[in-house]
């Protein structure tokens, strides 16, 4: 499973990308509020930082206006995946990009027919939002085993890009459900390498090693 960082905070995409596990980025209209900065400006300065997918979002509700945003935005660089929400003039944008040769990724997805349009659109990438169905009570996972099932069927190439990760959990199990992409906020990747049985481990070796009195 490829691992993206849901942010636009450059400082925090450097520091997972020093070691060399970052496969991708996603940003979206929130994301840039939060960072404070210009979108173009951000998403410019993200993409010479990371080799793989940066993923930057139409802000048009029209698909005239996506895909006037998205051939724009495919222009900042080489690896920028014009993200689309899934709007029947969504699909009609994706649809029309992808034929420009331009990487898409459809966001905001909530059920399995919805990915299934997505994939016929001809989508790299599906957003389904685990979290947000949490939320409502619904099992947000339960959409990741259903695309996979779907996708699988069908033989789809569209990744699935399991988002609105909130916790290690979710992680997990997305990697158990055949996700090919996970997107997570920084804080919870870097939950992912924590275990209080690797740092009582780690305390018991280091104090036997002090007694010791050696050096490497
Ligand atoms: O990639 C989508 C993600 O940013 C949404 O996450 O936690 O706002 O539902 P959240």
Redesign the pocket.
């Known amino acids: 499973m490829k691992f993206f960082v ?1 942010t636009a905070d450059v400082a925090d995409i450097r520091e997972v990308a020093e070691v060399g596990l970052l496969d991708g980025v ?1 940003t ?1 209209p ?2 840039i509020m939060k960072s404070g900065r210009d979108f173009i400006e951000v998403v410019t300065e993200i993409c010479s930082i990371v080799d793989g997918p940066v993923s930057a979002e139409v802000t048009a509700l029209d698909s005239e206006g996506m895909i006037r945003e998205g051939v724009k935005l495919a222009a900042l660089a080489d690896n920028v995946v014009v993200k689309l929400p899934l709007t029947w003039d969504g699909l009609k944008a994706c649809k029309a990009l992808v034929a420009e040769g331009i990487e898409t990724n459809v ?1 905001l997805c909530f059920s399995a027919n919805q990915g299934l349009l997505a994939a016929k659109a001809g989508a790299t990438y599906i ?1 389904p ?1 685990i ?2 169905l949490d939320d409502l009570g619904v099992d947000g996972m339960e959409l990741i085993h259903d695309l996979r099932t779907v996708y699988d069927n069908y033989g789809f190439e569209t990744e699935i890009l399991a ?2 990760i ?1 916790s290690a959990a979710h992680v997990q199990e997305c990697a158990l459900a055949g996700a090919d992409v996970a ?1 997570v906020p920084p804080p919870v990747l870097k939950s992912l390498a924590k275990h209080k049985l690797t740092d009582a481990g780690l305390e018991a070796f280091m104090k036997d090693w002090e007694k010791t009195g050696q050096t490497i």
């Open positions: 849901d996603t979206n929130s994301l966001t957003s939002f979290g947000r988002a609105s909130r997107t």
